[in-house]
């Protein structure tokens, strides 16, 4: 079997509803929408979660919590994450899109400690634990905190 053979299951597709093409087609005239009424014009019918004038659900259920939109959204990598770079290499946003560790920047980068590394890298982040700075210092590295 080829991939330009494959069809679907017998019985498993419909043709499509073909509305508005003349009676003689069974869905003609109003073009199966009813007489007349708000569904029925064009541009017609209620937004989602329209309950008819009842109160809708989303404001009939409780409100719980708190949103800060002021948040920052740092991205997280690890240190054991690096060991795809090359020893004395430069690890900055680009580099970590690229080798497909971070699929964007985000609010900003920040490094955490977790893992090991045994050789030198340059980084450029712009933010990063205490326990990370010290285990890049010790294998010979170099960190530089760049602002957002």
Known sequence: MKLNELRPAAGSTKTRKRVGRGDGSGHGGTSCRGS????????????????????????????????????????????????????????????????????????????????NIDYPLTLKVNGISRSAREKIEASGGRVEVVSC
Do not use: C, H, W, Y
């Open 36 to 115: 007349k009424g708000q569904n029925a014009r064009s541009g017609g019918g209620v937004r989602p979660g329209f309950e008819g004038g009842q109160m809708p659900l989303t404001r009939r259920l409780p409100k719980r919590g708190f949103f800060n939109k002021f948040r920052n959204n740092m991205v997280i990598i690890n240190i054991g994450q690096l060991n795809k770079f090359a020893k004395d290499s430069t690890v900055d946003a680009d580099a970590l899109v690229s080798k497909g560790l971070i699929k964007g920047i985000g609010d900003g980068i920040k490094l955490l400690g977790n893992g």
